[in-house]
């Protein structure tokens, strides 16, 4: 193969966000890039799509090795957008982030980013989700550099498992103790509602909290590595079967 | 116990829907029903939170027995408003639907329907998304009622193991076959996008298409039982963690 590799990205915290700029930069090096990311921030959007709305994507920038569209609609929906109608051809890798936020332990099944990697992974095209600890809008990613590198250059070598794609989560810091593949960790989130009340009187919410995890000893989790200066990387698989289950509830076929 | 069970039921068409009203008066026998639904359709919106817009609630209806509140977020944010907002007590047991349209294979990732579920195993209740091949407003129903009886009187006795909760797909039918439990299958969709042009010259898009699985064989699939006349039952994982792939993902953190 002579072209070099098609990297499609997308993200949740929309075109503008420096998470996505700090991506590009660091990828361009592996190939030609190929954005298409919401229009606005899409914070916890999960794999959800636009059904009862129409989607609208608009052109932002064209150059040699980088193009750039926005697209209305959900990180998912820029996936979607993306493979059947804006690439010039199935991409190599698909790629999510870099997330403002962590998207570790079952926020996975929250996160917008994490979605472009399923995406990516129904599409059957080897997928990242990268996700940084850093919330602010001009957060500097650059510590992440080599771990995107590094994952990135072992992903177009050796593909991923079919079914299968990457949840990368780093630290809020510059440098990290190192990389753990860590599973994924388990764990509610509290005091989710913050009550207020519009001058009209009636009350509204926002949702809020904090995540804490089942067992914040058990050293095993992406959450325990990330809590403690890893870059922790969790593959995850598109296929939900519970297997272990099934045979227990075949009493229910009688 | 002397109380009666407990029972949550949210879905994703909305709290006016034909399909939430037939899983109301089917489960109604066997325990409390406390609806905490959206306001207004949110097909496709997987386990999204709202999380840049404020997010209202309100009583619908209250008598012996049931009682049922509208919630302007989706259907995730119904199921962490009732738990944290409106419940009495813990619930026994949270249901999801019954659903206007199928949710086998991958289309779980993308449902609302199975995202109250996920929600509910998030919070360690026992769970279960029902979903059906009728896709109008109007439909007909009845025909799931001695499938949802079987399931909730089997979930309300037995439990279901940590993690683990049950996405129930019936054909568009008033008899099946009988019940299969099966795997989720692996599919994908095309011709994803309707464009469309607005009357000022642009172009928008909706999202359509139609699901096709990878292997129509394969039998072992939820989909070729739903396609088959049967009521497929799938258990899911909250843990995404592809286990098998951890090993050989390890050279990534020398």
Known sequence: MNERPLILISNDDGYQAKGIAALVDMVRKFGDVFVVAPDAPRSGASMGITAHDPVRNKLIKEEPGLTVW??????????????????????????????????????????????????????????????????????????????????????????????????VNAPAAQTFQGIKVQRMGMGDWHEEWQEAQHPHGWNYYWIAGYYAPFDPQDRTSDTWAFDHGYVAITPLQLDLTAYEAMNELKILQE
């Open 70 to 167: 926005s697209c209305s609609g959900t990180p998912d929906d820029c996936v979607k957008m993306a493979f059947e109608v804006l690439l010039p051809r199935r991409p190599d890798l698909v790629l999510g982030g870099i997330n403002h936020g962590n998207n570790c332990a079952v926020n996975a099944h929250y996160s917008g980013t994490v979605s472009i990697a399923f995406e990516g992974c129904i599409k059957q095209v080897p997928s990242v989700a990268f996700s940084s600890g850093y919330l602010q809008a001009d957060a500097d990613f650059e510590g992440m550099r080599p771990v995107v590198e590094k994952v990135v250059a072992y992903v177009l070598e050796h593909g991923l498992p079919k079914g299968v794609c990457l949840n």
